[in-house]
């Protein structure tokens, strides 16, 4: 810390008195700012910067409590040895929001007294801090909260990647999420790192040992992932305006748009010398975007007279990039990071493709995939290039999905920017930024897009052109739910709750789909989808149980009406149920015996797990179940299987596992890979694995009614020798 020119010496902590007399001292905390201020001015100057402080905002609270705050905040930020202190003069803000957090919690919880907080009362905040993370509300960039402060900022994340375990680590955790927790927690952290000099002063640390074996950036992590568990799915009547707004948009609003910006652009920077004649340019410009836009909210409320054309046109086009990009997260549900990847090559050919779009032929031919290349950063030392299945068409067709749609939107808008833009870099960029509020024509002015941005400009998006508050507000009443929605109109609304919308999509349309989830997330695992995006509120709850309820219904009759004998273990268990199944369906169709098969599974309480390669009824033999066993763990109790050790072979081995049809095109697959595996390999014994998965692929085919391969897998024959 630099410390100031003024004559006044701020207070030494090694000479730490008690506190009541240190209060009665009012010492000088820096050149300009004395104890009993209400705001503290640090010594210290970043170039650029306002000069740093603390505005200590406790009202409320008791005069002994706020003095300790206070200490705390000097023994972090006043200088020690060497004139270095624990906390840059930077981090001050930081330690405000969390210091004015950890007052306000002792305030509602009635401590008193640092010295009351002990490791019961940490329990306590625990659960206080889990709740404010998991409210669908917007506290998470609340005036309280500062933005990023670059290099000059703490960066509370620095630890995550180590302390974090890998279970958690794929989750995708808003940034701000992680934020929010990760500092409101470091205030436990910062009474144990200063314990000794709040004990010269008076004041007792007992919350001790709180991060022994954990680090304040694991933990947050956790919570955070917690947070976002219980975060309720965007419900459908908050998707279905937005999405349905954004749509119109890429018609000819996109179209105009477009025009207007180049016409705009192609009129140059104002001219002094000539004033009238631009300016009536433009006008005339604006004027026939009103004309065509008619009626379109922003530009109603921009509209006031004297307004700057290029202010007009510049909204315009953000608010159609707006359209894009929410178009693009709830149809490919990518992280943010990823949205802002995307690169293209220059174009002029507004009929070709942007070349960040490939389209393949799918296996059979029948359809063409739409596959979008991107980067992505998650668990990546440095961006690596990935791509996202989009979209897909019937073969020879010249339909679009509205995802490529708007890629192409984005690709057209910005190509103007993209031309003039200063870096080779931002001259790949699919989306860019500008400085101003205006239309900018100095290339200084392009910049990247942000995450921050695109967040904020979507959620201005949905209240001011959705208006999604005046679309709740019937509904409101007898929803509860939708009120957060409707009394912020939308500006409540993440981005990864987008992500997880187009997972309860998919999962609507085919539960299982979850590992073809799994990839287009670019998870580590399975069990990181499953256990991070399976909806853990009430409706979503009922919603799932539905569809496996559903699900399991089309398994007993199939299994019934089936004349192959039994291959997993749950189906030899059914067996000796066919008698009552027999009776249940009457000779019925599916349809008609659907209610008597529901009420039979609802009487025996069973549940159904489904997975790529089959399905789990656990409550037949939880104590059973092969997953729980191989990990140690043998319990009547369990209610569904470990999804961590859930595997094929494991799974074929278990009393719990059924198979229906739907299976057939996994084990299908899974017999010519490894087939293929085995007879590229020599068949050497170092491959016999890929045999005998691909002979018990082939016996699963075989029951289950599916087009068996001619070709036998040979058991016994295996070559002797070295694999090189």
Same mark, same amino acid.
């Given at each position: 810390?630099?410390?100031?020119?003024?004559?006044?010496?701020?207070?030494?902590?090694?000479?730490?008195?008690?506190?009541?007399?240190?209060v009665?001292r009012?010492?000088?905390?820096?050149?300009?700012?004395?104890?009993?201020?209400?705001?503290?001015?640090?010594?210290?100057?970043?170039?650029?910067?306002?000069?740093?402080?603390?505005?200590?905002r406790?009202?409320?609270?008791?005069?002994?409590?706020a003095?300790?705050?206070?200490?705390?905040?000097?023994?972090?930020?006043l200088p020690?040895?060497?004139?270095i202190?624990?906390?840059?003069?930077?981090?001050?803000?930081l330690?405000?929001?969390?210091? /004015?957090?950890?007052?306000?919690?002792? /305030?509602e919880?009635?401590?008193?007294?640092?010295?009351?907080l002990?490791?019961a009362?940490?329990?306590?905040f625990?659960?206080?801090?889990? @709740?404010a993370?998991s409210?669908p509300?917007?506290?998470?960039?609340?005036?309280?909260d500062?933005?990023?402060?670059?290099?000059?900022?703490?960066?509370?994340?620095?630890?995550?990647?180590?302390?974090?375990?890998v279970?958690a680590?794929?989750?995708?955790?808003?940034?701000?999420?992680?934020?929010?927790?990760?500092l409101r927690?470091?205030?436990?952290?910062?009474?144990?790192?200063?314990?000794?000099?709040?004990?010269?002063a008076g004041?007792?640390?007992?919350?001790?040992?709180?991060?022994e074996?954990?680090?304040?950036?694991?933990?947050?992590?956790q919570?955070?992932?917690?947070?976002?568990?219980?975060l309720e799915?965007?419900?459908?009547?908050?998707?279905l305006?937005?999405?349905?707004?954004?749509?119109?948009?890429?018609?000819?609003?996109?179209d105009?748009?477009?025009?207007?910006q180049?016409?705009?652009?192609?009129?140059?920077?104002r001219d002094?010398?000539?004033?009238?004649?631009?300016?009536?340019k433009?006008?005339?410009l604006?004027?026939?975007?009103?004309?065509?836009?008619d009626?379109?909210r922003?530009?109603?409320e921009?509209?006031?007279?004297?307004?700057?054309?290029?202010m007009?046109?510049?909204?315009a086009?953000?608010?159609?990039?707006?359209?894009?990009?929410?178009?693009?997260?709830a149809g490919?549900?990518?992280?943010?990071?990823?949205?802002?990847?995307?690169? /293209?090559?220059?174009?002029?050919?507004?009929?070709?493709?942007?070349?960040?779009?490939?389209?393949?032929?799918?296996?059979?031919?029948?359809?063409?995939?739409?596959?979008?290349?991107?980067?992505?950063?998650k668990?990546?030392?440095?961006?690596?290039?990935?791509?996202?299945?989009?979209g897909?068409?019937?073969?020879?067709?010249?339909?679009?999905?509205?995802?490529?749609?708007?890629?192409?939107?984005?690709?057209?808008?910005?190509?103007?920017?993209?031309e003039?833009?200063?870096t080779?870099?931002?001259?790949?960029?699919l989306?860019?930024?500008?400085?101003?509020?205006?239309?900018?024509?100095?290339?200084?002015?392009?910049?990247?897009?942000?995450?921050? @941005?695109?967040?904020?400009?979507?959620?201005?998006?949905?209240?001011?052109?959705?208006?999604?508050?005046?679309?709740?507000?019937?509904?409101?009443a007898?929803?509860?739910?939708?009120?957060?929605y409707y009394?912020?109109?939308?500006?409540?609304?993440r981005?990864?709750?987008?992500?997880?919308?187009?997972?309860r999509?998919?999962?609507?349309?085919?539960p299982?789909?979850?590992?073809?989830?799994?990839?287009?997330?670019?998870?580590?695992?399975?069990?990181?989808?499953e256990?991070?995006?399976?909806?853990?509120?009430?409706?979503?709850?009922e919603?799932?149980?539905a569809v496996?309820?559903?699900?399991?219904?089309?398994l007993?009759?199939?299994?019934?009406?089936?004349?192959t004998?039994?291959?997993?273990?749950a189906?030899?268990?059914?067996?000796?149920?066919?008698?009552?199944?027999?009776?249940?369906?009457d000779?019925?169709?599916?349809?008609?015996?659907?209610d008597r098969?529901?009420?039979?599974i609802?009487?025996?309480?069973?549940?159904?797990?489904?997975?790529?390669?089959?399905?789990?009824?656990i409550?037949?033999?939880?104590?059973k179940?092969?997953?729980?066993?191989?990990?140690?763990?043998i319990?009547?109790?369990?209610?569904?299987?470990?999804?961590?050790?859930?595997?094929p072979?494991?799974?074929?081995?278990?009393?719990?596992?059924?198979?229906?049809?739907a299976?057939?095109?996994?084990?299908?697959?899974?017999?010519?890979?490894?087939?293929?595996?085995?007879?590229r390999?020599?068949?050497?014994?170092?491959f016999?694995?890929?045999?005998d998965?691909?002979?018990?692929?082939?016996?699963?085919?075989?029951?289950?009614?599916?087009?068996?391969?001619a070709d036998?897998?040979?058991?016994?024959e295996?070559v002797?020798?070295?694999?090189?």
């Open positions: 810390m630099i410390s100031g020119s003024s004559k006044h010496q701020p207070l030494n902590l090694r000479d730490l008195e008690p506190l009541a007399e240190l009665a009012d010492p000088w905390i820096s050149g300009r700012s004395r104890w009993s201020d209400k705001r503290w001015y640090l010594d210290g100057k970043t170039p650029g910067r306002a000069p740093f402080s603390i505005h200590w406790l009202d409320g609270v008791n005069a002994e409590l003095n300790e705050l206070k200490l705390l905040a000097a023994c972090l930020l020690r040895h060497a004139d202190a624990l906390q840059k003069f930077s981090n001050a803000t330690i405000e929001v969390a210091l /004015v957090y950890l007052a306000r919690f002792m /305030v919880e009635r401590y008193e007294s640092i010295s009351d002990d490791v009362a940490f329990a306590i625990r659960r206080h801090l889990e @709740g993370a409210q509300f917007d506290i998470l960039t609340s005036d309280t500062p933005e990023d402060d670059g290099d000059e900022a703490e960066d509370f994340s620095s630890q995550a990647g180590s302390d974090r375990d279970a680590d794929d989750i995708e955790v808003d940034r701000p999420t992680f934020n929010f927790v990760s927690l470091k205030p436990w952290s910062w009474l144990h790192q200063v314990q000794g000099d709040l004990g010269r004041v007792t640390v007992n919350a001790v040992g709180l991060f074996s954990r680090t304040v950036a694991s933990m947050a992590m919570m955070s992932s917690e947070g976002l568990k219980r799915d965007l419900p459908d009547e908050v998707i305006p937005i999405i349905g707004e954004a749509h119109r948009l890429m018609g000819a609003p996109a105009q748009t477009i025009w207007v180049d016409e705009y652009l192609r009129i140059g920077p002094l010398s000539i004033p009238f004649q631009t300016t009536d433009r006008n005339r604006v004027n026939f975007l009103d004309f065509k836009l009626g379109e922003w530009l109603q921009s509209g006031a007279a004297g307004r700057d054309p290029g007009r046109v510049a909204e086009v953000r608010t159609i990039r707006d359209a894009c990009l929410i178009i693009l997260n490919i549900g990518w992280r943010i990071s990823e949205a802002a990847s995307v690169e /293209v090559e220059p174009m002029s050919d507004d009929t070709a493709l942007p070349s960040c779009i490939e389209i393949r032929p799918s296996s059979s031919g029948t359809n063409e995939h739409f596959w979008l290349k991107g980067y992505l950063s668990n990546q030392r440095k961006p690596t290039p990935t791509e996202w299945l989009i897909a068409r019937v073969s020879g067709s010249d339909a679009e999905p509205m995802t490529v749609r708007a890629v192409r939107v984005l690709e057209r808008l910005f190509r103007p920017w993209r003039n833009a200063p080779p870099f931002l001259r790949r960029q989306v860019l930024n500008w400085y101003n509020s205006s239309i900018t024509f100095d290339p200084q002015h392009i910049v990247e897009i942000r995450a921050e @941005g695109m967040r904020t400009s979507a959620q201005a998006f949905i209240e001011r052109q959705v208006g999604l508050a005046e679309i709740l507000k019937p509904q409101v007898s929803k509860p739910g939708l009120a957060p009394e912020t109109g939308g500006r409540c609304i981005p990864h709750q987008w992500r997880r919308a187009f997972h999509m998919i999962f609507r349309t085919n299982d789909l979850g590992p073809a989830i799994s990839r287009h997330f670019k998870h580590l695992s399975l069990a990181i989808t256990n991070g995006y399976i909806a853990r509120s009430p409706a979503a709850l919603e799932s149980e496996a309820t559903n699900e399991l219904v089309r007993l009759y199939e299994r019934n009406e089936a004349d004998p039994a291959v997993a273990g189906d030899r268990i059914l067996e000796r149920h066919r008698a009552r199944l027999s009776e249940i369906i000779g019925d169709e599916l349809d008609n015996a659907t098969l529901r009420g039979f609802e009487h025996a309480d069973l549940r159904l797990w489904p997975a790529e390669h089959g399905s789990c009824l409550g037949l033999n939880p104590d179940a092969a997953c729980h066993v191989r990990g140690g763990r319990d009547w109790r369990v209610e569904e299987p470990n999804v961590e050790r859930r595997n072979g494991l799974c074929c081995s278990c009393p719990n596992f059924i198979l229906g049809k299976d057939i095109p996994f084990w299908q697959r899974r017999y010519e890979e490894n087939r293929t595996a085995w007879e390999s020599g068949k050497i014994e170092a016999r694995a890929a045999r998965r691909a002979h018990q692929a082939r016996t699963i085919l075989a029951h289950l009614g599916a087009p068996v391969p036998e897998i040979d058991q016994t295996i002797r020798g070295d694999h090189r």
